[in-house]
């Protein structure tokens, strides 16, 4: 069964960082495109990260370039996103997302990734 586990959410005050890791199982990710989105509390989905499949490029929102850092460990099955000076608005469930062939590199449309994982939630506060 194909499936995504996220893990390192938590509580961090701002300008703290935190390290989120997906593990895949029941597929490699070796030649997907994978990434990260989040979903505050009555806000829209967002695509904060992704990396492409091909040759490796990676590709941030706009909100997160500078802070953010998405890496793959392919032998590892393992994506991971290192978040750095974090802020309150942050604050979201983030989750870990796989897909087959988006419709442009770096794209950010929810419906291009066709696995999601569970999510892990993420809170920034003082």
């Known amino acids: 069964q194909l499936q995504l586990v996220e893990s390192g959410g938590g509580l961090v005050q701002p300008g703290g960082s935190l390290r989120l890791s997906c593990v895949a199982s029941?597929?490699?990710?070796?030649?997907?495109?994978i990434g990260w989105f989040r979903q505050a509390p009555g806000k829209e989905r967002e695509g904060v990260s992704c990396?492409?499949?091909?040759?490796?490029?990676?590709y941030y929102a706009d909100s997160v370039k500078g802070r953010f850092t998405i890496s793959r460990a392919n032998a590892k099955n393992t994506v991971t996103l290192q978040m750095n000076s974090l802020k309150p608005e942050d604050t979201a469930v983030y989750y870990c997302v796989v897909s087959y062939g988006l419709g442009s590199p770096g794209s950010f449309f929810p419906d291009e990734y066709d696995y999601w994982g569970q999510g892990t939630q993420v809170t920034v506060s003082s």
């Open positions: 990396i492409s499949s091909a040759d490796g490029s990676t």
């Open positions: 029941g597929f490699t990710l070796d030649y997907y495109a």
